[in-house]
């Protein structure tokens, strides 16, 4: 049929808007919504993408807040490039970027990090990063603390107008 809206091929395919479905689904549209999955109450909405070793879910709760998961004991990872993973959620609850290798701490950054202005850690301002002396941060109680393997510490404090610096803490 030269006008068909979907097609069925023999081998189970079926395509929406092609003739030439290459997934056991698939939908082709010109327009900018493709499709919509809707649950027509107000009780919760949930998108299920998996295979026998999980699923992905896309849920949207009653409260119209929105949740992406994926099986108990399995991570989420995003990534770019057709593929390479740049950020993981392990199934503890984990943030790993740039590394896929948890080494248990809640975040994990693998290569360089830009904190800008003040870093809260609990509840107390204890790092401030200013290094082109713009006096964005008020009043941090240490302006940076570096740490090595050997023990020992190097604290670089600046007060306005003053810079004090220790080694060996």
Do not use: C, M, W
Not at 8 to 27: K, N, R
């Amino acid at each position: 049929i030269a006008d068909a809206k979907v097609t069925v091929l023999p081998s189970g395919e079926v395509g929406i808007g092609t003739t030439s479905p290459l997934y056991t689904f698939h939908a082709v549209s010109s327009s900018a919504s493709i499709g919509a999955f809707r649950n027509s109450g107000a009780a919760n909405g949930q998108l299920l993408v998996g295979n026998t070793a999980g699923d992905l879910a896309l849920r949207i709760l009653a409260s119209a807040d929105a949740l992406i998961f994926s099986d108990a004991s399995k991570y989420l990872a995003f990534g770019t490039n057709g593929g390479t993973e740049r950020i993981r959620i392990t199934s503890g609850g984990n943030v790993l970027i740039g590394t896929t290798t948890d080494a248990g701490q809640k975040l994990q950054v693998s290569g360089t990090a830009l904190i800008n202005n003040t870093a809260t850690i609990g509840g107390t301002s204890v790092l401030g990063i200013d290094v082109n002396g713009s006096g964005g941060i008020a009043n941090p109680a240490i302006l940076a603390t570096i740490s090595s393997n050997d023990g020992n510490a190097l604290i670089y404090r600046r007060t306005f107008g003053a810079n004090t610096a220790s080694a060996g803490l």
